[in-house]
Nanobody
Framework: QVQLVESGGGVVEPGESLRLSCAASGRNAFSINIMGWYRQAPGKGRELVATVTRRDWSDYADSVKGRFTISMDNVKNTVYLQMNSLKPEDTGVYYC??????????WGEGTLVTVSS
């Protein structure tokens, strides 16, 4: 089993930055190969934000490219999402996911990000 605990959400103004963290723990944590962030805006479905592998291969949604950076600490089994130049449309609940092979096998409970003036 794997447990995911997210932190770092909050309320910011447009143009500001936030850093999200998600720590994986449990007996299978070191078997995780991919971690990622997804988000769900009010009234919308969950969408991919970014994913990263233990080999540091990353992928981003077009809407966040150039503004967000995902990284993974392989020793701490922790994934980070540095979010810069935040926009109101970035508002939503951000969920951390972890995968052994492809589709996410585990999810965190989510952390709320609100971008508003």
């Amino acid at each position: 089993q794997v447990q995911l605990v997210e932190s770092g959400g909050g309320v910011v103004e447009p143009g500001e930055s936030l850093r999200l963290s998600c720590a994986a723990s449990g007996r299978n944590a070191f078997s995780i190969n991919i971690m990622g962030w997804y988000r769900q805006a009010p009234g919308k479905g969950r969408e991919l934000v970014a994913t990263v592998t233990r080999r540091d291969w990353s992928d981003y949604a077009d809407s966040v490219k150039g503004r967000f950076t995902i990284s993974m600490d392989n020793v701490k089994n922790t994934v980070y999402l540095q979010m810069n130049s935040l926009k109101p449309e970035d508002t939503g609940v951000y969920y951390c996911g972890a995968s052994f092979f492809s589709a996410m096998d585990y999810w965190g409970e989510g952390t709320l990000v609100t971008v508003s003036s």
